[in-house]
């Protein structure tokens, strides 16, 4: 039996076309899902640190007492991981500290004089705090909190906490790699917390845990509603970052068993996860999927369960007539992670034509794991469509742009008719006002 539910796009209806753009919204607001969680966080919002160690006790097993909430410094200065994640944390960390230093020095302050007399133009600042969501439930992510932390701290934001659940199964314990990256980065404020209980005490504020302005990170659907709720209460977060979904554009001479791996690298992540083939060659997409199936069969069972509801149910293979239409469905489904796999003489067409991606990876040295963890572009990327509008988590995600004027006398008089006519129009006489005793 195919691995790929496969679908061929010339003949599929509006319907069959819809439901592969279609991925893990239903599933991420269910409702009675939402009321639970809306009741999580008034909880948290009444009963501060109590509500927080409640529910971990109730959804993570965890017993703590509010004093254990704060990850001591003791925890931070003796995790240890092995010499080869800890050189492979510094490797990743310095590829992003430099994507996001050019993010930044490309983000300068500017300014220009737009008639005479009228100077306009905008002044780049970081946000005074975010709070950092690690998520830890079927994987653990270190690379998460440094694809959060990293352009934070390049943001120059002063205020950072990081929260993320205990190890699942443990007795409390937060993973090890995570606290070794907030050592490096010289984040003292983390916490142990069930997910969507610690993204509302860092949006509330508790008896230990700081509030923050902005929290982000990527999460499970109940992480995810608690983010989406919490803008209710004022605090900013991002849309969306949900289940893991990536989708690769190829044709007819793209390698089969790389391009197998490199499908089963975001499908792996959970049975949520959405992941797509597009190709021109139906013989591709055979020898595609005998290959995942060969692939599949070396994974571990939890790792082959969520791969095969990726590739199938959720996601699948589309056979298109050429590559124009390839970029076309990629648009359409706007994918956290891209990856094209074509001829070398057709990367530039293709590439030309991508605009909704959260990242898009090039040619097949080039796999999505490499994206994940090293390369230092944004890793953190928007989910469910979300990449149509937004982009992933970089330096600028925690920085706002304050615009700044000055008109002299002159410019004022010269807008002055058009500021009263506008005034007038909405039926504001104190905006015109303003400029008639001026011009008197
Ligand atoms: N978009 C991205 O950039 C990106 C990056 C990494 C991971 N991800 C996705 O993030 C998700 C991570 O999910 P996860 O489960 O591994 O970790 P998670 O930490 O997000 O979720 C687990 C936490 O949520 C709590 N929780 C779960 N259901 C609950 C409920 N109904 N009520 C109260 N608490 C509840 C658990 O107790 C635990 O504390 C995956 O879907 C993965 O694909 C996305
Ligand atoms: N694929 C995830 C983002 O969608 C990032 C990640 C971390 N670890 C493994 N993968
Ligand atoms: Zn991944």
């Not at 919002?45 to 971990?56: H, K, Q, S, W």
């Not at 995942?292 to 939890?302: H, T, W």
């Not at 699948?316 to 094209?340: K, P, R, S, W």
């Not at 605009?355 to 990876?361: H, Q, T, Y």
Request: overall charge negative; proline content about 5%.
């Amino acid at each position: 039996m195919s691995v790929m539910r496969r679908q061929v796009w010339s003949s599929m209806d509006a319907e069959a076309r819809a439901s592969i753009m279609h991925r893990g919204l239903d599933d991420i607001f269910e409702p009675s899902l939402r009321a639970s969680i809306g009741e999580l966080i008034d909880d948290v919002r009444e009963r501060g640190d109590a509500a927080v160690c409640d529910a971990l006790g109730t959804f993570d097993g965890i017993d703590v007492t509010p004093e254990g909430l704060r990850v001591t410094d003791d925890e931070l200065d003796s995790a240890a991981v092995s010499d080869a994640v800890d050189a492979a944390i510094d490797d990743a960390m310095t590829h992003l500290r430099d994507f996001n230093e050019q993010q930044m020095a490309r983000a300068a302050d500017w300014s220009f004089e737009s008639e005479p007399g009228l100077t306009v133009g905008e002044k780049i600042t970081p946000i005074t705090s975010a709070g950092l969501f690690t998520p830890s439930g079927k994987a653990s992510y270190p690379s998460v909190a440094y694809q959060l932390a990293v352009p934070a701290v390049v943001a120059g934001v002063p205020e950072l906490a990081l929260v993320v659940p205990p190890v699942p199964g443990g007795s409390g314990e937060v993973d090890a790699a995570v606290l070794v990256v907030c050592r490096k980065l010289g984040i003292r404020n983390v916490f142990r917390v069930n997910g969507p209980a610690g993204i509302a005490a860092l949006g509330f504020g508790t008896e230990s845990i700081p509030q923050v302005r902005k929290i982000v990170g990527p999460g499970s659907p109940a992480v995810t509603i608690a983010q989406v709720e919490m803008q209710r209460h004022g605090v900013a977060t991002m849309m969306l970052l949900g289940p893991t979904e990536s989708m690769v554009v190829a044709d007819d001479t793209a390698d089969p068993v790389r391009l197998a791996a490199d499908l089963l690298i975001e499908a792996e992540h959970g049975t949520d996860s959405s992941v797509v083939l597009v190709t021109t060659s139906a013989t591709l997409a055979d020898a595609t999927d005998a290959e995942l199936d060969r692939q599949i069969a070396e994974l571990p069972d939890v790792r082959a369960t969520a791969a095969r509801a990726s590739l199938g149910p959720n996601g699948g293979c589309i056979v298109v007539d050429d590559l124009d239409v390839a970029v076309t469905i990629a648009n359409e489904f706007a994918a956290e992670h891209l990856q094209v796999a074509v001829a070398d003489d057709q990367i530039d067409r293709v590439v030309d034509g991508l605009v909704n991606a959260g990242e898009i990876l090039i040619g097949q040295h080039t796999p999505f794991s490499a994206g994940n963890f090293v390369i230092g572009c944004p890793a953190s990327l928007p989910t469910s469509g979300f990449a149509h509008v937004s982009s992933g988590i970089t330096a600028d995600t925690f920085l706002k742009r304050t615009a700044i004027a000055r008109a002299d006398e002159r410019a004022a008089a010269r807008m002055a008719p058009s500021v009263i006519a506008l005034a007038d129009h909405e039926g504001f006489p104190a905006h015109a006002a303003a400029l008639h005793l001026r011009n008197r």
